[in-house]
């Protein structure tokens, strides 16, 4: 093709990178600059491209080449808002398998890696867990089989991706031409295991700080990277909480449309199994609604409740200790 025709013809390719606005879009051959076209502004309610989005595009080989059109996705993750306005947030396209990457220390929270995994199977990706850092955790089968408990649609490996500890389990999801998208907050490790399934170090990876074992933001924006297997991994910012309301209890974000639902029912203690007037069932039916959904929405309210039955019978027991112990009969 010379250079005029390939100038003309309209092609298609991969957003891999947006910066303000300017897109990269990554073909089997290279990177290329982009803008969008005009009519994107124009159009209320016009979707952008976000990464891992296939697009449109009319080469222009002297400089910015014009975005067309966005291509229809077959996932697309979205997260509700942080400041809990309602929007929602966009994430990530066309994305087979989303790693929820969670470090064995204390950045582990059960309820967190819950409310990433109904983001994701909302979001029409299949949701794998990677509990990273094993080698700092003296049990990870314990936390392996809790997050199991969470949905059977939840897939969950132990690794190290600094010990090479795991990663062979990781093997299954590296089909050409798949995708795989990284989450989990900051220094959780998703950089240096995206690092360590690629053979080479194509992100910067950065300490953590050892007062709260949290991450100091090293990778800033999302970035696909095309892998020599035909894989293209999505490596993310890490962020400080996902559509959690402030409380440790707040799953209420995460499944607004769900407690919107129960609002709905005929009766207030409805359980959606055989009761008459159930919304959820209702919703269920019309496929409005998905069973995996439901189920993770109610083992994790299950574990809620337990969490705070546990709180309160610590609080108990310390209110007595100190009492007992006041009259003299607690030492041990
Ligand atoms: N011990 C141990 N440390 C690890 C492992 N994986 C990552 N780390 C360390 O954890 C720190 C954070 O790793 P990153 O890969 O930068 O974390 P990230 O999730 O990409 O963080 P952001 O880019 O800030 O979102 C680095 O110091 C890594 O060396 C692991 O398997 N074991
Ligand atoms: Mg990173």
Redesign the pocket.
Known sequence: MNRNEETKQEQTGRISQIQKNHYTIITEEKEIPAKLRGSFYEKEGQELPVVGDYVTFRYNPEGESMILKVQERKSFLQRPDQSKTGVMQYMVANVDHVFI?TSLNEDYSFNRIGRYVSVVLQGGAIPVVIL??A??CSNPGRFVREVEGLSDKVRVHAI????GIGLKELEEYMQPGSTICML?S????????LNAIAGEEKMK????RASDDT?????TYRQLIRLENGVDIIDT??MREIGMAAAEEGIDDTFADIRALEMQCRFRDCKHETEPGCAIKAAIEKGELSMERLRLYQNLSKENTRNYAKKKEISKWAKSYKKEKHKGHWDL
């Open positions: 990457v990273t850092k080698d700092l190290s991706a600094l010990y989990g900051s220094g959780a490790g998703k950089s240096t295991l990876t950065g300490a953590i991450g100091r933001h090293t990778t910012p890490g």
